[in-house]
Nanobody, 123 residues
Framework: QVQLMESGGGLVQPGGSLRLSCEVS???????????MSWYRQVQEKERELVAT????????????QYSDSVKGRFTITRDDLAKTVYLQMNSLKPEDTAVYFC?????????WGQGTQVTVSS
């Protein structure tokens, strides 16, 4: 079973940067690369929002990325399957980026969530 552990959240001023990390454990490298990895965020009682996705390394769209319009050009998702880690580099942060950020892994009908890490953008 896949386990996801986020880190890197915290308090940052508007315009600043943070890098979130998601450590993936529980599967071998050959299986990890088959999972599409995503970052979601959630503000209090609101619906969880998809922020960024990086495709599995096995497939026609291997390693391709997609972003929500709200973060496009400011956030970058990358994966290092040897290091068992997925990253979300967040630049030019805005107060509206404040949320709990969750790591997500999906392969077919299998999907897993991390516990989340709080990001607060405030002066």
């Amino acid at each position: 079973q896949v386990q996801l552990m986020e880190s890197g959240g915290g308090l940052v001023q508007p315009g600043g940067s943070l890098r979130l990390s998601c450590e993936v454990s529980g599967y071998s490298l050959s299986l990890r690369v088959m999972f599409a990895m995503s970052w979601y965020r959630q503000v209090q009682e609101k619906e969880r929002e998809l922020v960024a996705t990086i495709a599995a390394l096995a497939g026609s769209d291997a390693g391709s990325t997609q972003y929500s319009d709200s973060v496009k050009g400011r956030f970058t998702i990358t994966r290092d399957d040897l290091a068992k880690t997925v990253y979300l580099q967040m630049n030019s942060l805005k107060p509206e980026d404040t949320a709990v950020y969750f790591c997500h892994a999906k392969r077919g009908s299998f999907e897993y969530w991390g516990q989340g890490t709080q990001v607060t953008v405030s002066s």
